[in-house]
């Protein structure tokens, strides 16, 4: 599991640009589904036939984003240095100090206008990149590049340390899930999506797209357990977190009792989720059509949308457990 989460953590991926982490998840769902595909935005899709009849199974639609936040160029003045904008949640206040990658493997340094320590919440307009150039000319990079952000995979123990557990910690559970499920009376669609960080795009085509009866995203969520932490119910260690509502989704009822019994049956850790910001491909997918019972499996985690994310090995592995319980059950 740690090894899968540290490959997908590798690669770059801004929303948008998902290319190359859909090629490096494809070999790993070769053999444990009946057919991969791409759609026309980029979603890769995996599709898993039912192994056990009796027809009492759905469609269930399974979301984890294979994207993550980043920068883009906006504009190269003169002496070589960028100025950029925003893909996704990114914090302003947690760029200085820190580097990104763009595509083409050149690296960036966050600046700020006057001073390289912000007192304040620097605004956008007062950040650059050093893109190690020394002029236009010789910059490396240009209008509508994208960048991620650079930190080397980490780990201590079972807690993890990456720039983008979100949403690739989703992605390894997604995989794992797969290999481990031996039969399931559902037709799985597991979809790993381009674009949630900029508004759940490709979860809202794929939605339509695959007219699923259930849908599950796997995302990671916030947590209440560090020094003054926003008080939230959710903490590292404690099992994956069943999400009851965030800021566009309220979970259906019985999408969350089928989560709930399959941990409860099977002793698997939980947490239950009110997470006041933010959402998951799920809010997307539950109004799509005529509208899709939805839920969230949640892997907690620290500092997301920053470039040193904290999350525990442990709690990916229950994510799994209770992901391949419930689909080998049927829904209430
Ligand atoms: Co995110
Ligand atoms: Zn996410």
């Not at 003054?228 to 989704?249: C, F």
């Amino acid at each position: 599991m740690r090894e899968l989460i540290e490959e997908l953590c590798s690669v770059y991926g801004p929303s948008g640009q998902e290319e190359r982490i859909s090629e490096a998840i494809a070999p790993h769902l070769d053999g444990l589904v009946d057919e991969v595909r791409s759609d026309r935005l980029g979603n890769l899709i995996a599709v898993k036939h039912p192994t056990d009849g009796g027809g009492n199974g759905k469609r269930i639609m399974l979301a984890a984003h294979m994207d993550e936040i980043g920068v883009m160029v906006t504009h190269v003045d003169a002496q070589g240095f960028c100025r950029f904008t925003t893909i996704g949640g990114v914090l302003t206040s947690s760029l200085i100090g820190n580097r990104v990658e763009f595509a083409n493997g050149v690296e960036g340094a966050f600046g700020l206008e006057g001073s390289a320590i912000a007192r304040e919440r620097p605004t956008l307009q007062k950040l650059f990149l050093d893109v190690g150039a020394t002029g236009k000319e010789d910059a490396q990079v240009q209008v509508g590049d994208t960048a991620v952000f650079r930190s080397s995979f980490g780990a201590v123990g079972d807690r993890l340390f990456a720039a983008n557990l979100d949403d690739r910690i989703g992605c390894a559970v997604l995989i794992q899930a797969l290999r481990e499920l031996e039969s399931s009376p559902h037709e799985i669609l597991a979809v790993f999506t381009v674009q949630e960080e900029v508004g759940t795009r490709g979860a809202t085509t794929a939605g339509y797209g695959l007219e699923p009866e259930i849908m599950l995203a796997i995302d990671v969520t916030a947590t209440g357990d560090f020094p003054q932490a926003t008080p939230m119910e959710v903490a590292l260690g404690k099992g994956p977190a069943i999400k009851i509502m965030d800021r566009r989704m309220i979970a259906h009822p019985m999408v969350r009792s089928w989560l709930e019994s399959a941990a409860q049956t099977h002793e698997i850790p939980y947490q239950l989720e009110v997470l006041e910001y933010g959402t998951t491909d799920a809010a997307a997918v539950q109004v799509s059509r005529a509208g899709v019972p939805a839920g969230t499996v949640s892997i907690p985690c620290r500092y997301v949308h920053t470039p040193s994310q904290v999350a525990d090995c442990n709690d990916a592995r229950n994510a799994v457990r209770l992901l391949v319980n419930a689909l080998s059950s049927e829904l209430p």
